[in-house]
């Protein structure tokens, strides 16, 4: 600065000294940045793989259940039609026994029953 002399030089002085110093502190502060950037960076990958691998295993479970439903399902229509035998059966016995006569099954399996009752090892 033309007519300050001295203190222009020590102006400049001061201000290349605050510059120099900003400059420092810029830079310091632009390397936390990048640190933090990368911890942020760091962290984001970590959670997406384990935000994939609970989306893996919600997979699996969900396959699994399914698998598990198709195989109950399966069981209950089997249940359903031994139900449904079961239930012609004893309509079948039951006309059966309305029938009285000599082809009546439990007419033949008491006497079988009241025939054994009476044996005894040796007599035959």
């Known amino acids: 600065m ?3 002399g001295t203190l222009s030089k020590n102006f400049y002085n001061s201000v290349g000294a605050h510059s120099s110093t900003s ?3 810029v830079v ?3 390397e936390e940045m990048r640190e933090t950037i990368q911890k942020l960076n760091a962290e ?3 959670k997406n793989a384990k935000e994939n691998t609970l989306e893996e295993k919600v997979e699996h479970l969900l ?3 399914a698998e598990q439903s198709e195989r109950m399902h399966e069981q209950n229509e089997r249940m359903r039609q031994q139900d449904e035998q079961m ?3 004893l309509q079948h ?3 059966k026994n309305v029938v009285p006569g000599p082809s009546d099954p439990l007419n033949i399996g ?3 029953v009241d025939h054994i009752s009476d044996s005894r090892p040796g007599d035959h």
């Open 110 to 112: 008491e006497d079988r």
């Open 63 to 65: 396959k699994d259940h």
């Open 93 to 95: 016995i039951h006309l």
């Open 23 to 25: 400059q420092a502190l």
């Open 87 to 89: 239930k012609l059966i």
């Open 28 to 30: 310091h502060q632009i």
């Open 44 to 46: 984001l990958m970590a």
């Open 2 to 4: 033309y007519g300050l």
